[in-house]
């Protein structure tokens, strides 16, 4: 009986600490911190290894690849497109926010404008995209109650 109770206790130990390792960086003042990478790889198998060799933790959620650092994570792949290398196979980065109507409405004040209107998606997050100078695409996503979730 003691023998079990510790093997479930250790397992527990395990799964919860895989667990806090996938929780985004703590909100800065303004309840905003970085959260994600979404990277169409022209190599997934090549990204996986460099991402593995800098001590990123690989999971597997839906079958698609999904690298953990501590206070973000990197998918390496964006539903079935396929990259071309270099910087055009960035899709978007994403920055999780507290409060998503606070943010919006600082980002608009500054005159930047919205990609497109907040939604909300599947999974129950608020989003909105912005387009930065250079082209990238950002993200604002304010999850879900359930916590941190993989799109």
Do not use: C
Request: glycine letters at 12%; zero cysteines; charged letters at 15%.
């Amino acid at each position: 009986m003691k023998t079990n109770m510790f093997v479930v206790l250790l397992v527990s130990a395990a799964l919860t600490a895989g667990t806090a390792s996938a929780q985004p960086a703590p909100f800065n003042e303004i309840g905003v911190t970085m959260g994600h990478w979404h990277v169409i790889s022209k190599d997934v198998e090549a990204n996986k290894k460099l991402f593995l060799a800098l001590g990123g933790k690989l999971f597997m959620p839906g079958g698609n690849p999904l690298i953990m650092f501590p206070g973000i994570y990197i998918n390496l792949v964006l539903l079935n497109e396929k990259g071309d290398g270099g910087t055009g196979g960035l899709d978007h980065i994403g920055f999780d926010v507290k409060d998503h109507a606070a943010v919006v409405k600082k980002i608009v004040a500054q005159g930047i404008t919205l990609d497109e209107p907040v939604r909300n998606s599947a999974a129950g997050n608020t989003i909105t995209y912005i387009t930065d100078p250079w082209g990238t695409r950002i993200e604002i996503v304010e999850r879900a109650p359930l916590g941190p979730q993989v799109q």
